[in-house]
Nanobody, 124 residues
Framework: EVQLVESGGGLVQAGGSLRLSCAASGFTFDDDAIGWFRQAPGKEREGVSCISTADGSTFYADSVKGRFTISKDNAKNTVYLEMNSLKPEDTAVYYC?????????????????WGQGTQVTVSS
């Protein structure tokens, strides 16, 4: 059974940092795209970032470029999202996601598995 378990969310002041972790089980990192979406209240879910477990190539949404960094540890089957210079508009539930047959886009329709989500709240 595939599972994605997030951790690391919480409450932080604007300008602060958090690190999210996503531990995957039930499959081994091979040639997948693992990453994060987020959904703020009243808004659609948006792709934030992803990383290829094959070659480490990355994608970032424009809204987080230069502030967020995604990384992976293949030996631990874990992906991390380092979030710096956080803004109140980063407040959302962050979901880990896995696309086991990655194509050219990081979009909801391509996701095969989802985590349960972790809340990130940035106060002003």
């Amino acid at each position: 059974e595939v599972q994605l378990v997030e951790s690391g969310g919480g409450l932080v002041q604007a300008g602060g940092s958090l690190r999210l972790s996503c531990a995957a089980s039930g499959f081994t990192f091979d040639d997948d795209a693992i990453g994060w979406f987020r959904q703020a209240p009243g808004k659609e879910r948006e792709g934030v970032s992803c990383i290829s477990t094959a070659d480490g190539s990355t994608f970032y949404a424009d809204s987080v470029k230069g502030r967020f960094t995604i990384s992976k540890d293949n030996a631990k089957n874990t992906v991390y999202l380092e979030m710096n210079s956080l803004k109140p508009e980063d407040t959302a539930v962050y979901y880990c996601a896995a696309d086991l047959w990655p194509g050219s886009t990081w979009s909801e329709g391509e996701i095969d598995y989802w985590g349960q989500g972790t809340q990130v709240t940035v106060s002003s």
